[in-house]
T-cell receptor
Framework: TQLLEQSPQFLSIQEGENLTVYCNSS?????LQWYRQEPGEGPVLLVT?????EVKKLKRLTFQFGDARKDSSLHITAAQPGDTGLYLC?????????????FGKGTHLIIQP | KAGVTQTPRYLIKTRGQQVTLSCSPI?????VSWYQQTPGQGLQFLFE???????NKGNFPGRFSGRQFSNSRSEMNVSTLELGDSALYLC???????????FGPGTRLTVT
């Protein structure tokens, strides 16, 4: 069974600060995705990373896939209240999706104005 | 394009009853996956359907079943409901496989 551990579980910071969220596993994933979920809604896809060492930027968000494709990080620069939400990482295993996506339990992020 | 839609959005059932949830994927998407989300366990994969066939299945009891129709719409059924089945049930669609998933808003099921 593939597991994804996310840290921290909860994070509350002030507007304008920077933060990093981590997603770690002992398993190799063929791809890794990051989602953001707001209360009462389904997760919304932010980015997919596929290649080990890959870095993708989405405005103030920077996503990195580990060289060994076992871990990933999400860095937010100058956080804003609109960034508040549950951030989820999800990995697609090398078995062609036989186990669906494996999700981490998420990081609850609160950005205080 | 319209997003993934799920009905109903909220549901309250009693232990022992059964329930059917519905999902309409994004037009053109042939893969539909179902997930259960709870505070304790997070999102857990239930099953995936592609072209009316169940292609993948998670580790859930046989009380959880689903089907997909020729128009790619999908339904999920839970029989003999238990208190522990209370959760947000999410449906996600994708073009062809598990890959990048587009989620609906979910159905909040409460079992009393």
């Amino acid at each position: 069974t593939q597991l994804l551990e996310q840290s921290p579980q909860f994070l509350s910071i002030q507007e304008g600060e920077n933060l990093t969220v981590y997603c770690n596993s002992s398993s190799v994933f063929s791809s890794l995705q990051w989602y953001r979920q707001e209360p009462g809604e389904g997760p919304v896809l932010l980015v997919t990373v596929v290649t080990g060492g890959e870095v993708k930027k989405l405005k103030r968000l920077t996503f990195q896939f580990g060289d060994a494709r076992k871990d990933s990080s999400l860095h937010i620069t100058a956080a804003q209240p609109g960034d508040t939400g549950l951030y989820l990482c999800a990995g697609e295993g090398s078995g062609g999706g036989a186990d669906g996506l494996t999700f981490g339990k998420g990081t609850h992020l609160i950005i205080q104005p | 394009k319209a997003g993934v839609t799920q009905t109903p959005r909220y549901l309250i059932k009693t232990r022992g009853q059964q329930v059917t949830l519905s999902c309409s994927p994004i037009s053109g998407h042939r893969s539909v996956s179902w997930y259960q989300q709870t505070p304790g366990q997070g999102l857990q994969f239930l099953f995936e359907y592609f072209s009316e066939t169940q292609r993948n299945k998670g580790n859930f009891p046989g009380r959880f079943s689903g089907r997909q129709f020729s128009n790619s719409r999908s339904e999920m059924n839970v029989s003999t409901l238990e208190l522990g089945d209370s959760a947000l049930y999410l449906c996600a669609s994708s073009l062809a496989g598990v890959g990048e998933q587009y989620f609906g808003p979910g159905t909040r099921l409460t079992v009393t």
